[in-house]
Structures are given as structure tokens and as C-alpha cells.
Antibody, heavy 116, light 112 residues
Framework: QVVLVESGGGVVQPGRSLRLSCAASGFTFSSFGMHWARQAPGKGLEWVAIIWYDGSKKYYADSVKDRFTISRDNSKNTLYLQMNSLRVEDTAVYYC?????????WGQGTLVSVSS | QSALTQPASVSGSPGQSITISCTGTSSDVGSYNLVSWYQQHPGKAPKVMIYEDNKRPSGVSNRFSGSKSGNTASLTISGLQAEDEADYYCCSYTDSSTFDVVFGGGTRLTVL
């Protein structure tokens, strides 16, 4: 079955960087688009970024553009999110998810807390 | 891109049917057959219940159905069960020169 496991979350000060990972198994990772989405504490879902199956296209929400970078290593079945210049408002549970126009499968999420 | 509009809460008794609305614009909900719905229990990851307006993934109960009229999509749950109590989010691909999706603010379903 499809399994997505996020890691790399933690507490970080504003302005610092963090890299999240999402390990995929149970499907042919290199054949699917992958997303990052997030959910601030007690709030709704927000799409963050998408990467095409081969890494050829990447798109970002305006709220993270120029600060976050999505990437993937198909040889390692792993998705990444490099987060720079973190802000307090980036505090959220970050989920990876498989799909394009909809999110077919989700990981359990990793919590990122940005605080001084 | 503005969030889609959902009611903050709905409720129903076991066995009843409820409908959650999701209102967007002609640039998102009204433009594409790409509305999806997600169920999220507290502390858990979201799960897709409906995609492409009205398609149900394998394993999702046929008590869940999706529909759309103009710029408003709807999720109907029939034969309410206690385990249906959760937050529900709609989502739509949007009319963008690049790629963008937008979520609704979420609806808390309470089974009385």
C-alpha cells in the first residue's frame, strides 16, 4: 500500500532554514507528481508546492514563493522541501501528498514550529 | 487566490443525510471538473473522499457523493454514522497561468 512518511520538522528561529523529507513506498514514486501542503494549528489546509513526476516542473503558493524549494530524488524515492527565511506564520504541520489536481494519498505530517 | 467558502459547521443525526456546500468562482470551481473533498479526523491526516467533482476512490463508502452546479460544489453524506464526525475540506484547481489549487476553510460535521 502507499506509504508516505515525513521527517525533518522541529523548532526553529525566525529567519533560519529547515529541510523536510518525505519517504515514499508502495508505489512507483517516479511516476507521480508530489505535493507539499500545510496546516497551521487549529486552521485549515493550505497548498504549498507541487513537483512533476520527473522534476521538470515546480510550482509554489505565493506565500512561500522565493523562500521554499521543492525537489525530489527518484533514485531514493524521496521528496524534499527546503524552507529558507522561515517566518512565524510558517508554523504548521507539513504534509506530503501524491497526485496532481487532487491529493490521492497523504503522509501523517511533520510539525514545524517557528519561534524565537 | 481566495479560499473557497464552506459553512463552518453542520450537524445531523445518525441515519440522516447532510450536505456541505463549497462556493468558489468561475475561475476555480466553475471552470474545471476538478473539485475534491477531504475528510480529516482530529490529529489525523486528510483522506480523499471525492475527486473530479463526483468520483469516489476505491474503498470510500458509497454514502459519500459529490455534485456541482455552477460555482458551487456539494458533498452529501447519506445514512450518517458516528465515524463520519470529522472536518471536511473542499479543494479546487484554479485558473492560473502556472499551477494553483485552493482549499475551502473547512466544515466541522457533528453527528448528534
Amino acid at each position: 500500500q502507499v506509504v508516505l512518511v515525513e521527517s525533518g520538522g522541529g523548532v526553529v528561529q525566525p529567519g533560519r532554514s529547515l529541510r523536510l523529507s518525505c519517504a515514499a513506498s508502495g508505489f512507483t514514486f517516479s511516476s507521480f507528481g508530489m505535493h507539499w501542503a500545510r496546516q497551521a494549528p487549529g486552521k485549515g489546509l493550505e497548498w504549498v508546492a507541487i513537483i512533476w513526476y520527473d522534476g521538470s516542473k515546480k510550482y509554489y503558493a505565493d506565500s512561500v514563493k522565493d523562500r521554499f524549494t521543492i525537489s525530489r530524488d527518484n533514485s531514493k524515492n524521496t521528496l524534499y522541501l527546503q524552507m529558507n527565511s522561515l517566518r512565524v506564520e510558517d508554523t504548521a504541520v507539513y504534509y506530503c501528498a501524491r497526485g496532481y489536481q487532487h491529493f490521492q494519498h497523504w503522509g501523517q505530517g511533520t510539525l514545524v514550529s517557528v519561534s524565537s | 487566490q481566495s479560499a473557497l467558502t464552506q459553512p463552518a459547521s453542520v450537524s445531523g443525526s445518525p441515519g440522516q443525510s447532510i450536505t456541505i456546500s463549497c462556493t468558489g468562482t468561475s475561475s476555480d470551481v466553475g471552470s474545471y471538473n476538478l473539485v475534491s473533498w477531504y475528510q480529516q479526523h482530529p490529529g489525523k491526516a486528510p483522506k480523499v473522499m471525492i475527486y473530479e467533482d463526483n468520483k469516489r476512490p476505491s474503498g470510500v463508502s458509497n454514502r459519500f457523493s459529490g455534485s456541482k452546479s455552477g460555482n458551487t460544489a456539494s458533498l452529501t453524506i447519506s445514512g450518517l454514522q458516528a465515524e463520519d464526525e470529522a472536518d471536511y475540506y473542499c479543494c479546487s484547481y484554479t485558473d492560473s497561468s502556472t499551477f494553483d489549487v485552493v482549499f475551502g476553510g473547512g466544515t466541522r460535521l457533528t453527528v448528534l
